[in-house]
């Protein structure tokens, strides 16, 4: 037995690992994920992912991975941006667009779009494999429409541009939130319709979407809410209107409001999950008083006019039918024909 050549070996799988090990540390420190065009590290990254200790989180080249713990404690924005960061940083000239962008620019959105996946601009439709982890949109000339995000270090479509491939890529209820912050954020129409004329994109997605923006949107559910009422046909209602409590004089901004055929009004509450569980959103106070207090909101809705108060909550619009068994309930208008 060749012992030297063993304790060689050994010393050169101790130096890999530390060299794996060094670099994961470092890519989670910087926001990344950890990849290596060395072959040896390579395979030692492939070794500790079939442990459980690594993740593969995305399987194109570079194969990126993340260790399983830090990567299962990410929420899904956190995760495509480590996915990002990492390409952008292995591909210097790549623009971004899709959800990397619309992440970065803080345009709100639903998680459940987050599939592991980013979006790159190139200029022509080539020859690419398709690859479900590496989406293209095209643009004439990325090079000289991108932006350099400063937060992020990455090449990034401008907003518009952003927008316009999200309308493509999602369905029109999804796609909403991205317009509603966006156009709150100060992306106007004419932006939008600028940048139809430089991307090769049908543009009758961004169009409808254009028809329905709304700057008035408070968040992602409320617009995802809003999104599903006009797929679902039901007449579009007024946002976050000023409502006064003419007992106690407290003042209120109802969702969304409706006033019927017979002069009567409707108000519909959205009502995010996260203001039951998210310390942030209750001021660590206890769900009871939480509830309380929307019931005493909903008191003084009542005394201000609203003859009913329709309450929904983000899975009552993804399912659609209890939002939409809801809505005709309390006796909202709906279309016949789409």
Same mark, same amino acid.
């Given at each position: 037995?060749?012992?030297?050549?063993?304790?060689?070996?050994?010393?050169?799988?101790?130096?890999?690992?530390?060299?794996?090990?060094?670099?994961?540390?470092?890519?989670?420190?910087?926001?990344?994920?950890?990849?290596?065009?060395?072959?040896?590290?390579?395979?030692?990254?492939?070794?500790?992912?079939?442990?459980?200790?690594?993740?593969?989180?995305?399987?194109?080249?570079?194969?990126?991975?993340?260790?399983?713990?830090?990567?299962?404690?990410?929420?899904?924005?956190?995760?495509?941006?480590?996915?990002? $960061?990492? @390409?952008?940083?292995?591909?210097?000239?790549?623009?971004? *667009? /899709?959800?990397?962008? &619309?992440?970065?620019?803080?345009? +709100?959105?639903?998680?459940?779009?987050?599939?592991?996946?980013?979006?790159?601009?190139?200029?022509?439709?080539?020859?690419?494999?398709?690859?479900?982890?590496?989406?293209?949109?095209?643009?004439?000339?990325?090079?000289?429409?991108?932006?350099?995000?400063?937060?992020?270090?990455?090449?990034?479509?401008?907003?518009?541009?952003?927008?316009?491939?999200?309308?493509?890529?999602?369905?029109?209820?999804?796609?909403?939130?991205?317009?509603?912050?966006?156009?709150?954020?100060?992306?106007?129409?004419?932006?939008?319709?600028?940048?139809?004329?430089?991307?090769?994109?049908?543009?009758?997605?961004?169009? $409808?979407? @254009?028809?329905?923006?709304?700057?008035?949107?408070?968040? *992602? /559910?409320?617009?995802? &809410?809003?999104?599903?009422?006009? +797929?679902?046909?039901?007449?579009?209602?007024?946002?976050?209107?000023?409502?006064?409590?003419?007992?106690?004089?407290?003042?209120?901004?109802?969702?969304?409001?409706?006033?019927?055929?017979?002069?009567?009004?409707?108000?519909?509450?959205?009502?995010?999950?996260?203001?039951?569980?998210?310390?942030?959103?209750?001021?660590?106070?206890?769900?009871?008083?939480?509830?309380?207090?929307?019931?005493?909101?909903?008191?003084?809705?009542?005394?201000?006019?609203?003859?009913?108060?329709?309450?929904?909550?983000?899975?009552?619009?993804?399912?659609?039918?209890?939002?939409?068994?809801?809505?005709?309930?309390?006796?909202?208008?709906?279309?016949?024909?789409?």
């Amino acid at each position: 037995m060749d012992f030297h050549g063993s304790r060689i070996g050994y010393g050169r799988t101790m130096r890999t690992h530390r060299t794996v090990t060094k670099l994961m540390t470092d890519a989670q420190r910087a926001g990344r994920c950890a990849y290596s065009r060395d072959a040896a590290e390579q395979a030692a990254l492939r070794r500790r992912a079939k442990t459980g200790d690594f993740t593969r989180v995305y399987p194109g080249i570079p194969s990126l991975y993340a260790e399983t713990m830090y990567w299962n404690g990410l929420m899904p924005p956190e995760r495509t941006m480590h996915i990002a $960061r990492t @390409l952008g940083q292995a591909h210097r000239t790549w623009v971004f *667009g /899709g959800l990397v962008a &619309a992440v970065a620019y803080g345009f +709100e959105h639903q998680w459940c779009l987050h599939d592991g996946s980013v979006t790159i601009a190139t200029s022509d439709h080539g020859t690419y494999r398709p690859n479900r982890h590496l989406k293209r949109v095209y643009v004439s000339k990325p090079a000289t429409t991108r932006i350099e995000h400063e937060e992020t270090g990455l090449f990034l479509l401008p907003p518009a541009m952003t927008l316009l491939d999200c309308a493509g890529s999602h369905e029109f209820r999804f796609a909403l939130p991205f317009f509603d912050s966006a156009f709150a954020k100060g992306t106007t129409a004419e932006d939008v319709l600028d940048a139809t004329g430089r991307m090769h994109a049908d543009p009758r997605a961004a169009l $409808r979407l @254009l028809r329905h923006v709304n700057a008035k949107s408070e968040n *992602g /559910g409320e617009s995802l &809410a809003r999104g599903t009422m006009i +797929e679902e046909r039901f007449s579009t209602p007024r946002l976050q209107v000023p409502v006064k409590d003419p007992q106690t004089g407290a003042e209120y901004r109802a969702d969304f409001v409706w006033t019927l055929a017979d002069g009567t009004t409707v108000v519909g509450e959205y009502d995010g999950t996260r203001k039951y569980i998210d310390p942030d959103m209750t001021d660590n106070r206890s769900i009871h008083e939480i509830v309380a207090n929307e019931r005493r909101r909903d008191e003084g809705l009542r005394r201000a006019g609203a003859r009913e108060i329709v309450h929904f909550n983000y899975d009552d619009v993804i399912r659609r039918t209890p939002l939409t068994m809801k809505l005709l309930k309390a006796g909202i208008p709906r279309r016949d024909v789409p």
